[in-house]
């Protein structure tokens, strides 16, 4: 479910109100325990502003996810957002091939668990993206606005479950109920999704400058808002 069982977070302070919502969560599901296992993350990473500094890899390479996206709108489809992000040379590759070097472009080897969130993530957005189909032209595919903005809303959501969820999937793992923790790990996801796209509705991501300032920007308002809103939960 998560990128980590084996991570169990600090311990004292913040770190045991977490541990003790995520227990709560665990055993009895909701979205009200959701929310507060997820404000638990946010005050053990040290507020807003440590959730946001955990993101920092997350916010790089979703910038560069963007750029991807949003020149795949173009008339050649993937193949444009190959080549927006320097990656022309993978234009009729196998799929496998793709998209394990734009993972690697966008997100590095992951060496730690801020970086594994971001790969994690890009993982889940690119593969729904990408044809299954070998004999499908990446230029036969190409992107609208509404699927732009919701790979980015989907990217955003699981960057942010990513971040979160060791210590929440070692509660899960306790449950010793596989359909049980199945079904609270959908309520945390469906929980997160819900407040990404309530921030990100109302904004052009096709008209951004993604390797520029704006695109840090817009990744960054939307994980603050999300974050600063999930910090006034009690």
């Known amino acids: 479910m998560g990128t980590s069982k084996?991570?169990?977070?600090?311990?004292?302070g913040a770190w045991t109100g977490f541990k003790r919502n995520a227990s709560l969560f665990a055993r009895h599901g909701g979205h009200d325990r959701a929310a507060k296992a997820l404000a638990g993350y946010v005050a053990a990473a040290g507020g807003v502003g440590g959730a946001l500094a955990a993101a920092a890899e997350g916010v790089r390479a979703g910038q560069?996810?963007?750029?991807?996206?949003?020149?795949?709108?173009?008339?050649?489809?993937?193949?444009?957002?190959?080549r927006a992000v320097g990656l022309e040379r993978l234009v009729g590759s196998d799929r496998?091939?793709?998209?394990?070097?734009?993972?690697?472009?966008?997100?590095?080897?992951?060496?730690?668990?801020?970086?594994?969130?971001?790969?994690?993530?890009l993982l889940d957005v690119l593969d729904e993206i990408l044809p299954e189909d070998d004999a499908e032209r990446l230029e036969d595919v190409r992107l609208d606005a509404a699927r732009v903005t919701d790979a980015l809303c989907r990217y955003l959501s699981a960057l942010i479950y990513n971040l979160a969820i060791p210590v929440i999937d070692e509660r899960l793992s306790q449950l010793e109920d596989p359909v049980l923790a199945r079904q609270r790990d959908k309520e945390l996801r469906e929980y997160i999704d819900a407040l990404v796209r309530l921030r990100i509705q109302d904004n052009d991501s096709l008209e951004l400058d993604w390797r520029g300032s704006a695109g840090r920007e817009f990744v960054q308002s939307i994980l603050q808002a999300v974050f600063d809103q999930l910090e006034h939960i009690s």
């Open 6 to 12: 084996a991570n169990s977070g600090g311990s004292g």
């Open 96 to 121: 496998f091939t793709v998209l394990s070097e734009l993972v690697n472009e966008f997100a590095g080897a992951g060496s730690d668990l801020e970086a594994q969130a971001a790969r994690n993530a």
């Open 64 to 82: 560069s996810l963007g750029a991807f996206l949003v020149a795949s709108s173009g008339p050649a489809g993937l193949a444009d957002g190959l």
